[in-house]
């Protein structure tokens, strides 16, 4: 069975950088079949994906904090990484890390990869406060 | 980006009601739609992915369907146990997009 469970600081200083390991057991983050994803959920709201590395260490980012974030990943640890500079209050929220299965699709305009968050950790919260 | 238009964005409904959640997107996005349970407190689990395919071990009385921009999921027979908040999900241009979500109560 796949768990993920992230740690790190629970208080963040504003302006500071956030900085959470999500630990995977029960599977390896080097199969090529899976991202590896950062997802939060302020308290209240809905959710907010972050980012994702593959295997490869290549990442995508949601636009709106790409200038802010960095994932990368230990695959000899089992451990992937998330870091949020700059933060304010308006970062405190629940951090989850999660798996997101790849699915290939063959269509008429070639092959589209998407994918759906088959594997969650517990969450954590982090506050942002001085 | 594609947006999508979860609704509605609360509900109540009786123990054994057939509940249904809609989700439309801006864009076709074929059937790259996916729907979540997170009840209070938890993470969100996977229920339903691609539109219509229930993910192994959930109970037969989820479902999902549509394709292209209108999506419905459905709870056949409400159960105590499924008081929680629906998300729908889609992925599209490197961006994974979540629905506002859909809290759902005990009448």
């Known amino acids: 069975q796949v768990q993920l469970q992230e740690s790190g600081p629970r208080l963040v200083k504003p302006s500071q950088t956030l900085s959470l390991t999500c630990t995977v057991s029960?599977?390896?983050?080097?199969?090529?079949?899976?991202?590896w994803s950062w997802i939060r959920q302020a308290a209240g709201k809905g959710l907010e994906w972050i980012g994702r590395?593959?295997?490869?260490?290549?990442?995508n980012y949601n636009p709106s904090l790409k200038s802010r974030v960095t994932i990368s990943l230990d695959t000899s640890k089992n451990q992937f990484f998330l870091k949020l500079s700059s933060v304010t209050a308006a970062d405190t929220a629940v951090y989850y890390c999660?798996?997101?299965?790849?699915?290939?699709?063959?269509?008429?305009?070639?092959?589209?990869?998407?994918?759906?968050?088959?594997?969650w950790g517990q969450g954590t919260l982090v506050t942002v406060s001085s | 980006d594609i947006q999508m238009t979860q609704s509605p964005s609360s509900l109540s409904a009786s123990i054994g009601d057939r509940v249904t959640i809609t989700c439309q997107a801006s864009?076709?996005?074929?059937?790259?739609l996916n729907w979540y349970q997170q009840r209070p407190g938890k993470a969100p689990k996977l229920l339903i992915y691609?539109?219509?395919n229930l993910e192994t071990g959930v109970p037969s009385r989820f479902s999902g369907n549509g394709s292209g921009t209108d999506f419905t999921f459905t709870i056949s027979s409400l159960q105590p146990e499924d008081i929680a908040t629906y998300y729908c999900?889609?992925?599209?241009?490197?961006?994974?997009?979540f629905g506002q979500g859909t809290k759902l109560e005990i009448k």
């Open positions: 999900q889609q992925y599209d241009n490197l961006l994974y997009t």
């Open positions: 691609d539109a219509s």
């Open positions: 590395i593959y295997t490869s260490g290549s990442t």
């Open positions: 864009q076709d996005i074929n059937n790259y």
């Open positions: 029960g599977g390896s983050i080097s199969s090529g079949s899976y991202y």
């Open positions: 999660a798996r997101v299965r790849r699915i290939s699709h063959i269509t008429t305009f070639g092959v589209v990869i998407t994918g759906y968050f088959d594997y």
